[in-house]
């Protein structure tokens, strides 16, 4: 059974400060990894989506990375700002037929003006 | 081009009813997952369907159940509604099914439906 994990829970930067979020997966065997963000009782907004044969992924002040070996995904945001500030889920789907997907548990990120 | 939609947006039910719920997912993506969100479960599958086939199911009993019509669009019904049925349903749809050729599946999700059962 996958488990995905996501630490820390929560977060408190400055503005302009460079940040890293990690989510880990138990099973390697996937077949892409999302990163989401969620504002308070809202729904999830795709931020970026690597496939299983791609190691990293960048959009904007964003870039994601995936090494499927240590069952890691990082996601990087540069020069952070208060509209930064909202939950980070990673969402992992693993390969081989119908797999359902798995979120992490989140990060909860507050950037500080 | 249109995002995910969801109605309603909120709902208040009792306990013992039952609720129906409706996802529009864009248009030409053919796959819809739909998913209840709460504070102490965290996000937690419910079911996919493609082609009007329920493809994959998660750990829910059988008082949720949904369907797919052949327009994509997808209706999710919950029966006897029981307190802890108090969560934020979302729907995500996807151009194509995981492991078709070339597909990426990168889902996009709608605002959710808030359902509260008192």
């Known amino acids: 059974k996958q488990e995905v994990t996501q630490i820390p829970a929560a977060l408190s930067v400055p503005e302009g400060e460079n940040l890293v979020l990690n989510c880990s997966f138990t099973?390697?065997?996937?077949?892409?990894l999302q990163w989401f963000r969620q504002d308070p009782g809202k729904g999830l907004t795709s931020l970026l989506l690597?496939?299983?044969?791609?190691r990293e992924q960048t959009s904007g002040r964003l870039n994601a990375s995936l090494d499927k070996s240590s069952g890691r995904s990082t996601l990087y945001i540069a020069a952070s700002q208060p509209g930064d500030s909202a939950t980070y889920l990673c969402?992992?789907?693993?390969?081989?037929?119908?797999?359902?997907?798995?979120f992490g548990t989140g990060t909860k990120l507050q950037v500080i003006p | 081009k249109a995002g995910v939609t969801q109605t309603p947006r909120y709902l208040i039910k009792t306990r013992g009813q039952q609720v129906t719920l409706s996802c529009s997912p864009i248009?030409?993506?053919?796959?819809v997952s739909w998913y209840q969100q709460t504070p102490g479960q965290g996000l937690q599958f419910l079911f996919e369907y493609f082609s009007e086939t329920q493809r994959n199911k998660g750990n829910f009993p059988g008082r949720f159940s949904g369907r797919q019509f052949s327009n994509s669009r997808s209706e999710m019904n919950v029966s006897t509604l029981e307190l802890g049925d108090s969560a934020l349903y979302l729907c995500a749809s996807s151009l194509r099914l995981a492991g078709e050729w070339g597909s990426y599946n990168e889902q996009f999700f709608g605002p959710g439906t808030r359902l509260t059962v008192l």
């Open positions: 248009s030409g993506h053919r796959s």
């Open positions: 690597i496939q299983s044969s791609q």
């Open positions: 099973d390697s065997a996937i077949y892409n």
């Open positions: 969402a992992v789907r693993p390969s081989g037929g119908y797999q359902k997907v798995t």
